[in-house]
C-alpha cells in the first residue's frame, strides 16, 4: 500500500513539474533562423516595456486558424526587415493546448516575443473579431492601427503602416 502511494505521487509530481516547465516563461523554441525564441506566459506579458519600440502584436490560433501559417511567416518577414529599426513583433498564441502551436513557433524569428494565451485572457481583452489579428503601437505605446484577418495580397497596407511608424520619432 505504501509503495502505491509513494509511486502515486511520485508520478503526480513528475506531471505538475512537467506542466510548469511547458507553460513557464523560460520555455523556448527554435526560431525561424535556429536561435531560441522566448516563450513567455501571458501573465509575464508587459507593453510597458517595450516602450520606444515599434511594437506589432499578432494574435493567432495553430490548429484553429488556416492562413495562420502564412501569417507566421510574414511576421517573421517583417520582424526580420524592420527588427534592426525597432520593430519587435509578439505574437500572442490562443491556442487551449500549447503543444498544438509548436510547428508553427518554430517558424517565428528568433527576436520576436511569443506569449502563450490559452486562457485567451489577453485576447478577450482586445475583443477580437477575427483570427489572426493585428495590432500596431508606436514607440509611444498608441495602438495606430488593427487588422482583422490575412489575405497575403492586402499585406501592402499592413507593411506600409509599419513603415509609417518605424519613420516616427520617440517622444520621451
Known amino acids: 500500500m505504501f509503495r502505491k502511494v509513494v509511486y502515486v505521487l511520485l508520478v503526480g509530481a513528475v506531471l505538475v513539474f512537467s506542466t510548469m516547465a511547458l507553460a513557464g516563461p523560460e520555455e523556448s523554441v527554435r526560431g525561424g533562423n535556429r536561435d531560441r525564441v522566448a516563450v513567455i506566459n501571458v501573465r509575464d506579458f508587459n507593453l510597458k ?4 519600440k515599434v511594437v506589432l ?8 486558424c488556416l ?8 511576421l517573421s518577414t517583417m520582424q526580420s526587415q524592420f527588427g534592426k529599426e525597432g520593430l519587435i513583433v509578439v505574437a500572442v498564441n490562443q491556442d487551449l493546448e500549447t503543444v ?4 508553427l513557433m518554430k517558424k517565428i524569428h528568433s527576436r520576436s516575443q511569443v506569449v502563450l494565451d490559452p486562457t485567451r485572457r489577453m485576447g478577450s481583452s482586445y475583443k477580437l473579431e477575427g483570427m489572426p489579428s493585428t495590432y ?12 482583422v484577418g490575412f ?3 492586402e499585406t501592402e497596407a499592413m507593411e506600409k ?3 509609417k511608424l518605424i519613420e ?3 517622444k520621451d
Do not use: H
Not at 516595456?49 to 520606444?52: H, P, Q, R, S, V
Open 100 to 103: 498544438e502551436a509548436k510547428d
Open 161 to 163: 503602416a509599419i513603415a
Open 136 to 147: 500596431l503601437y508606436d514607440r509611444n505605446q498608441n495602438m495606430t492601427d488593427k487588422f
Open 151 to 153: 489575405v497575403p495580397e
Open 67 to 74: 492562413p495562420c501559417e502564412a501569417y507566421i511567416s510574414w
Open 49 to 52: 516595456t517595450l516602450e520606444g
Open 57 to 64: 502584436i499578432a494574435f493567432w490560433q495553430g490548429f484553429e
Open 168 to 170: 516616427k520619432e520617440y
